[in-house]
């Protein structure tokens, strides 16, 4: 058929020699299909390079689709504006294609908020859910009313191992961590004596460590794998962020009473705060300074070499990803990947980006 020809379900069902019904079935995976009627349907759909409507599917929906929102509160310019970001994109992108989408979003400031908010989401009419986890123990709680609910859910940034999710999206923070001492290292392995390495947890709430720890342990991790200890002293050091620069200025200028380390590792987004330190102590020279995400205040830095490497796990995709994948597991039924591992990009001031990736 030729190419531009718009193709018919009745055109495959004649082709393939079955009923539309038949067709309709394939194409939305619904209803049972003999195994060789349905690769026979396939190959045809591929041959005549079928696309299905997208707005027939979704005109298919009875009601919209009601998405729950749950994720940690944030301020402008912190990293969890990143995956909202990509949540908005594609609720723009499927709604121009004719998908009726609402949304009901939580945010949360204490592991108890989070489990009370997840739980108020079960009376909702909530199709699916889109959340990040607090602690293990009031997710696994909120999880068990959610299979019980028959409710599905999905996971974006951090994974609890065992929940019956729908999918996790995000990267292994231990991966993460990894990637950060192998940079270390190989930037500072020809310093002929012994190497200081800080690494520094900072973070607003105490129960938003997880990730900050798993990305500490995947860094000790790379160094004791490489029997790299005896030339490197490691020290960490656990700092809550008080939203007060100054407060922050004093930590650090206490710290460095004690002595001036060659890197610097920070496990979280709040790496700008740190390197906003660094320039007013006034270092010199100033320690290699790595750290996560790519959120306005992290990107002016690298800009200006205050911060030297950031790690980006794609935060704005994980939102992005994780609308798409509730539309086509609830809408349209089909199987998601348990697992969307992101990929995991190096910036520095000479590959930074202008403006935000695309989500498409």
């Known amino acids: 058929m030729a190419e531009g020809i718009h193709i018919r379900i009745k055109d495959i069902a004649e082709k393939a020699g079955c009923s539309i019904g038949t067709v309709d079935r394939v194409i939305h995976k619904r209803g049972r299909v003999a195994e060789d009627v349905k690769?026979?349907?396939?190959?045809?759909?591929?041959?005549?390079?079928?696309?299905?409507?997208?707005?027939?599917?979704?005109?298919?929906?009875?009601?919209?689709?009601?998405?729950g929102i749950l994720l940690p509160a944030f301020r402008k310019g912190e990293y969890w504006e990143l995956p909202i970001l990509g949540i908005q994109e594609a609720l723009r992108r499927y709604e121009e294609q004719g998908y009726r989408v609402i949304t009901k979003q939580a945010s949360y400031t204490s592991p108890?908020?989070?489990?009370?908010?997840?739980?108020?989401?079960?009376?909702?009419?909530?199709?699916?859910?889109?959340?990040?986890?607090?602690?293990?123990?009031e997710c696994v709680r909120l999880v068990r009313s959610y299979f019980q609910n028959n409710i599905p859910f999905i996971?974006?940034?951090?994974?609890?191992?065992?929940?019956?999710?729908?999918s996790f999206i995000g990267k292994d923070p231990v991966q993460s961590g990894l990637t950060g001492g192998?940079?270390?290292?190989?930037?500072?392995?020809?310093?002929?004596?012994l190497k200081n390495i800080w690494i520094i947890n900072l973070s607003k709430k105490q129960y938003q460590m997880y990730s900050l720890l798993a990305r500490e342990s995947g860094f000790m991790k790379y160094f004791s794998g490489k029997n790299l200890q005896g030339d490197y002293a490691i020290r960490t050091y656990d700092l809550e962020d008080e939203g007060v620069q100054k407060s922050l200025d004093r930590q650090m200028e206490a710290l460095f009473q004690k002595d001036i380390p060659e890197a610097i590792y920070v496990t979280g987004s709040r790496v700008?705060?740190?390197?906003?330190?660094?320039?007013?102590?006034?270092?010199?020279?100033?320690?290699?300074l790595i750290g996560h995400d790519l959120i306005e205040a992290n990107s002016r830095m690298v800009r200006d070499e205050s911060i030297d490497f950031l790690i980006e796990e794609e935060a704005r995709k994980q939102g992005y990803?994780?609308?798409?994948?509730m539309i086509r597991s609830v809408v349209h039924k089909e199987t998601i990947e348990k697992k969307q591992l992101m990929n995991l990009?190096?910036?520095?001031?000479?590959?930074?980006?202008?403006d935000p990736p695309d989500q498409g």
């Open 321 to 325: 990803m994780a609308v798409e994948s």
């Open 272 to 288: 700008h705060k740190i390197a906003s330190s660094l320039k007013r102590l006034k270092l010199d020279p100033r320690p290699l």
């Open 39 to 67: 690769k026979r349907i396939l190959q045809i759909m591929e041959e005549l390079h079928y696309k299905p409507n997208v707005n027939a599917r979704v005109l298919a929906s009875k009601r919209p689709l009601t998405l």
């Open 182 to 193: 192998k940079l270390i290292h190989q930037i500072t392995r020809n310093i002929p004596h």
């Open 345 to 354: 990009m190096i910036y520095t001031r000479e590959n930074l980006p202008l």
């Open 112 to 137: 108890e908020d989070f489990y009370t908010s997840g739980m108020k989401m079960i009376s909702a009419e909530i199709d699916g859910i889109i959340m990040n986890p607090a602690t293990y123990k």
């Open 155 to 166: 996971l974006i940034d951090s994974d609890i191992r065992g929940a019956p999710s729908l």
